[in-house]
């Protein structure tokens, strides 16, 4: 299917707690009901996907949102305010500006809500999955692509609570930020140490894997298949290329994107005319309906561009290292950007021009680049990131080393903003590998480490996990237990 069903996006609610635990995200119908048949399955797992398109993850603000004003990347300013930096205000509401605290609340509520999904999802699973779930296939692509949902979810959530620079030290491995929820019920769930978040997404993603590697000879080029669109078996080997190098687990890494690269079948594009996302591309994305119309409010052309998530042609410039009139990088041409002469102002054109419809998760440069980072030959890991840079259109004359640590990160942090401008990954790159200081594109801010840990939520911090509810918990006591990660 090209789209998801869409027609259940209207009965899609936000349930309460126990509301939620009986009734499945997309339908009225009770759990115990609806999980007695292979459609009601499928439109459970459909439902994730569908929530993962909304504004509070990313649908907008775990992609061309939050995460990428954080970075700077636009130069509209939210009414009210003129100061870039007081985005980074985590421990107060602002009125009249970007409110980042409460943004930053509803993230947390909306990735929580969705895992709770899975994790309903995953239970009936083991209740009924046997006996409903007929077809081998489909009951291994079912739980697969619900575990691959909650290790992802749960990954960036992570990026965003965890500590800076998780690889750097072993206090920040220690640090403890967040639950990992596997339960479908209303316990609450302590805060684990970083490097136990970690362990767990890579077990349900090594799971998950095993349960999808019926399709290791899957083509993600072929335009018949809209693989792409779900958690298929290299989106999952791309995630785990992710997560290790997050967790500067190099060899790991540079094995799964290496494996991503040589098997998923997608090759590099040196073209993005009428395409500037570059589906052909994409490992892994969301299917958005009506995306353009959906997204006008932040991405669109002609009068109204200074009220859009606009750069200035200055900022274009730094951002993707452009002299002359123009840049020979496609990511930087009128095929990537609408640029207006007269307003001196440039908007991207990837959720204007997008008539897949797609918002993207991972792609295939990713896979390049965390191989540019993970592999020990400097030569090699010359080759990669110069690879994507040569079908960019910029000439092999311009060719970047990569021979110390260095000049990796230099070279990765240039390619990182310019190719995943406007997807929300350039922010995470930055605090992956603790670069902190002054942007090049946005020189009167400076980065420190505390920009890039997020505080609990005020609801966390009050009624998450203690010591005293646990024991309350484990007497069989439910008095005051209630589930606020969703």
Partial sequence: MKKIAYFLIALFTLTSCEQWLDVTPNTDVPAKELFTTENGFESALAGLYITMT????????????LVDQLAQMYDKLPDGTSDRRSIYIYDRETSGAYNTKGVLASIWQAQYHTIANANNLLKWWNLNGEAVLTDTITRRMIRGEALALRAFLHFDLLRGWGPMHYAGSDEAKAMRCMPYRTVADHSKQPLLPASDIVNHIIADLNEARECMNYEKELDLSDPTSDRNMRFNYHAINALLARVYNYAGLQDSAAHYAKMVIGECGLTLQNGNDNDPILTKEMICGLSMHELKDNLSE?????EKIATKYYLNISTLNALFETTGTESEDMRAKGTAFHISTELQSAISLKYIDNDNEVVPLIRLPEMYYIACQSVAASDEAATYINSVRNKRGISKTKDVACDTDEQRIAALNREYRKEFYAEGQYFWF????????NLTHSPEVTLVAENFVFPLPDAEVEYGWTEESSNEESEGSTEGSKFYHH
Avoid: I, M
């Fill in 430 to 437: 930055l605090k992956t590998n603790g670069v902190v200081g």
């Fill in 298 to 302: 932040y991405f669109a052309f002609g």
């Fill in 54 to 65: 909304e504004e509070n993850t990313y649908g907008k603000n775990l992609s061309f949102g």
